[in-house]
């Protein structure tokens, strides 16, 4: 009878432990898993703010190159603009099209510029209010030559 005991707790105590063993494993792997999710998800959303980040940059730089060149903005340059629009607004959340519209039209009270790149900073950063001011941000204007002397 002693043995039988002792045989039977042996194999429970393997058994009942194996078990523990198994489910300890099925939960590492699946918090190793959740993991993985949580950081594939913070890099897709990086990655999409970089993208949006260079939409708005690629927007406004196209649309303000026309103002570093002589002369008045011909067809090929709006084109350019137009199809670099086009190309971009399609990456863009709303917030930031809302934003860049009233500009790009040369709408009375729009936003320069500068107060453009803040806003898209705040939004894609998530931001409750921009960390820095339209007027801190650098600017080159263009050169203007002077007039040949005579």
Do not use: C
Not at 47 to 71: D, F, H
Not at 103 to 117: F, H, K, S
């Amino acid at each position: 009878m002693v043995w039988s005991s002792f045989i039977s707790g042996v194999a429970g105590g393997f058994f009942g432990s194996g078990a523990v063993w198994l489910l300890l494993k099925i939960y590492l792997a699946h918090r190793l898993e959740l993991a993985r999710s949580k950081i594939a998800e913070e890099r897709l959303k990086l990655q999409k703010q970089r993208e949006a980040s260079t939409a708005v940059a690629e927007i406004l730089s196209t649309w303000i190159k026309s103002n570093y060149q002589e002369g008045t903005t011909n067809d090929e340059q709006r084109w350019e603009i137009q199809t670099t629009y086009w190309k971009n607004i399609l990456l863009l959340d709303k917030r930031l099209i809302d934003q860049l519209f009233p500009l790009l039209a040369l709408r009375d009270g729009a936003i320069t510029t500068n107060e453009m790149v803040v806003r898209a900073r705040q939004i894609l950063l998530g931001l409750e209010e921009p960390d820095i001011k339209a007027d801190a941000l650098n600017n080159w204007p263009p050169v203007k030559s002077a007039p040949a002397s005579g």
